[in-house]
């Protein structure tokens, strides 16, 4: 497909395309092949793939022992206006010849806040409408939007959760813009990320009153959106520790108890990240189950971490054995509701070519592609499912399964002991059961 600004950006680059895994182009797809069908659906429909705004066209490889690497060509314009539609022609640009179908963003990541709430709000508007020309003219989706309310100072002590109810209120103004922008450009989702909703000290912190202020928070911001006539499903992306000591939605189970709390179960499924369930000594696959058993797996950010590394590293995906567990749990539990993967993730502060940024979204698409094609393998070909079923059997039959159906009082688990004595030991097969998912990654 044919770039769509009036600039090409990613010179000498044409459409990335499936080529097999046999293919020695780098510029290739060797196992993620849009139209091949898995498990009832295309790779396309299973996956929804979406570029992160944020780190593939704002993040310049800067750390907390130096600046930013890279010097992007669409960053180069002083005025704002300018400069966000030079960004937005190399996103369009880059999606289509990625070939995927979505985008995804952070508010501020369209265009530089202003310094008055009104003048973001006329910037978010111009740029917006750009944005409306883009995906017109390309087909591309948004898949969700999102505000950024933790990098500007002053929501050092939180947004919804601070304790300054006039940073709470600025916060709900910028998530109202946020909104209208995700609305006006037919987002099928919004994502709440909590950067900075935790406290760092018990002593000065209200727990109860800043926890109620963030659920009444989300009700409030859901039913705005409902009223403006949005039909997507909201996400809340679970985010352990940082940069907050202790997080309100650590994980995804503290998640869903807030989601179930607040009662907004109806409208709030949750966006599981694989860096920050491992932050919360997690595995991605856990998290994914923990969101798929309370019926909310809604979408996912698809990057790594480093297992040496305490923090966030958001490195592209390449451990196939890991994302083929979370695709057992995936393809298992039905999919995704209403999301799709996103790669919240951003090329090493060294990799400065804009080559660079195609490499590792080929690379991370190719990961979740081989699992997925492995994972249905195991589920289809394989003794899995069957050696799952049998380490449950007893649940099936008997007093088993009138347990499971609620005909059994507790006295009648005393009297079956008492009948059966001790149990049997049966092994759990661990060893078996890993050598079955090796033998198809």
């Not at 991370?364 to 380490?391: P, V």
């Not at 449950?392 to 088993?400: I, N």
């Amino acid at each position: 497909m044919a770039h769509l600004g009036n600039k090409e950006y990613f010179t000498g680059i044409g459409d990335i395309k499936f080529e097999g895994r046999e293919s020695d182009n780098p510029l290739a797809f060797k196992f993620y092949n849009p139209d091949q069908v898995v498990a009832g659906k295309t790779m396309r429909e299973h996956f929804k793939f979406a570029m992160a705004y944020w780190h593939t066209l704002c993040g310049t490889g800067g750390d907390p022992f130096g600046p930013g690497t890279k010097n992007f060509p669409w960053s180069v314009d002083k005025d704002p206006i300018k400069a966000a539609k030079d960004k937005a022609d190399a996103a369009f640009e880059f999606v289509t010849k990625m070939g995927f179908d979505y985008y995804c963003f952070h508010d501020f990541d369209l265009v530089d806040e202003a310094d008055s709430l009104a003048e973001s709000e006329k910037r978010l508007s111009t740029i917006v409408d750009y944005l409306k020309e883009k995906q017109s003219a390309s087909g591309v989706k948004l898949l969700w939007g999102t505000a950024n309310c933790f990098s500007n100072p002053r929501y050092m002590n939180g947004a919804a959760s601070n304790p300054n109810f006039d940073v709470l209120a600025y916060a709900g103004a910028q998530v109202k813009m946020a909104l209208d922008a995700t609305i006006a450009l037919g987002g099928e989702n919004y994502v709440f990320w909590g950067g900075r909703e935790g406290y760092m000290s018990l002593l000065n912190t209200d727990m109860k009153r800043e926890q109620d202020n963030i659920g009444r928070f989300l009700g409030m911001a859901r039913d705005y959106a409902r009223k403006q006539g949005f039909k997507g499903t909201f996400f809340i992306e679970p985010k352990p520790m940082e940069p907050t000591k202790h997080q309100y939605d650590f994980d995804a189970a503290t998640s869903i108890n807030s989601i179930r709390e607040y009662g907004l179960e109806d409208d709030f499924k949750l966006n599981i990240e694989v860096n920050h369930a491992t932050l919360a000594q997690h595995t991605f696959q856990h998290e994914l189950q923990v969101a798929a058993n309370a019926g909310m797996l809604g979408s996912i950010d698809a990057n790594r971490g480093d297992y040496q590394n305490g923090w966030d590293t958001d490195q592209f995906p390449n451990n196939v054995l890991e994302v083929t567990e979370a695709m057992l749990v995936f393809l298992k539990s039905g999919g995704l509701q209403g999301g799709g993967v996103n790669f919240d993730a951003k090329t090493r502060r060294n990799s400065t070519d804009l080559e660079d940024i195609f490499h590792a979204h080929i690379g991370g698409a190719d990961t979740f592609a081989r699992a997925l094609l492995a994972a249905n393998a195991i589920i289809e070909e394989s003794s899995y499912e069957e050696l799952l079923s049998q380490r449950y059997a007893s649940f099936q039959e008997g007093k088993g399964a009138e347990f499971s159906s609620g005909k059994l009082e507790f006295s009648d688990l005393f009297k079956h002991a008492l009948e059966t004595g001790e149990p049997k030991q049966i092994s759990g097969k661990q060893e078996l059961f890993e050598n079955i998912v090796g033998r198809f990654v």
